[in-house]
C-alpha cells in the first residue's frame, strides 16, 4: 500500500524573475460580473494625478470567496501576533466614478 505522501500530488511553480520581485500596491478597484470578479491592483504616487495598474487578476466567485477565507485568516494571524492593523480614522468605501483608463 502507497503511503499518502505518495500519493500526493506536488505542484511546482515557476515564477519569473519579473514576477518574483513583487509589486507595491496601494489601491484595490473590484468588479464582478454573474461568472467572474475583477481585481485590479494599483499603484498611485503621491501627489500625482496619474496611477498605474500593476495587476489585473480575474478569478471565479468560488476561488474569489476562498482567496477571502485565507486573507482573512492570515490578517488574525498577523494581528493575534502583531497586534491591530490601524486603517485610519476616516475609513470609507469609495465610489470610482471618475476613474479613467488610458
Same mark, same amino acid.
Given at each position: 500500500?502507497?503511503?499518502?505522501?505518495?500519493?500526493?500530488?506536488?505542484?511546482? !511553480?515557476?515564477?519569473?524573475?519579473?514576477?518574483?520581485?513583487?509589486?507595491?500596491?496601494?489601491?484595490?478597484?473590484?468588479?464582478?460580473?454573474?461568472?467572474?470578479?475583477?481585481?485590479?491592483?494599483?499603484?498611485?504616487?503621491?501627489?500625482?494625478?496619474?496611477?498605474?495598474?500593476?495587476?489585473?487578476?480575474?478569478?471565479?466567485?468560488?476561488?474569489?470567496?476562498?482567496?477571502?477565507?485565507?486573507?482573512?485568516?492570515?490578517?488574525?494571524?498577523?494581528?493575534?501576533?502583531?497586534?491591530? !492593523?490601524? !486603517?485610519?480614522?476616516?475609513?470609507?468605501?469609495?465610489?470610482?466614478?471618475?476613474?479613467?483608463?488610458?
Amino acid at each position: 500500500m502507497e503511503k499518502k505522501e505518495d500519493q500526493a500530488k506536488k505542484l511546482e !511553480i515557476v515564477v519569473d524573475d519579473e514576477v518574483a520581485v513583487g509589486s507595491y500596491i496601494n489601491l484595490a478597484l473590484i468588479n464582478h460580473s454573474p461568472e467572474e470578479f475583477t481585481m485590479d491592483f494599483i499603484y498611485v504616487p503621491p501627489n500625482s494625478p496619474k496611477a498605474k495598474l500593476r495587476a489585473r487578476v480575474i478569478s471565479c466567485p468560488a476561488h474569489t470567496k476562498r482567496f477571502l477565507m485565507a486573507l482573512q485568516e492570515n490578517l488574525r494571524r498577523y494581528e493575534e501576533k502583531f497586534g491591530a !492593523i490601524n !486603517i485610519g480614522p476616516n475609513l470609507q468605501w469609495t465610489s470610482f466614478d471618475n476613474v479613467g483608463h488610458s
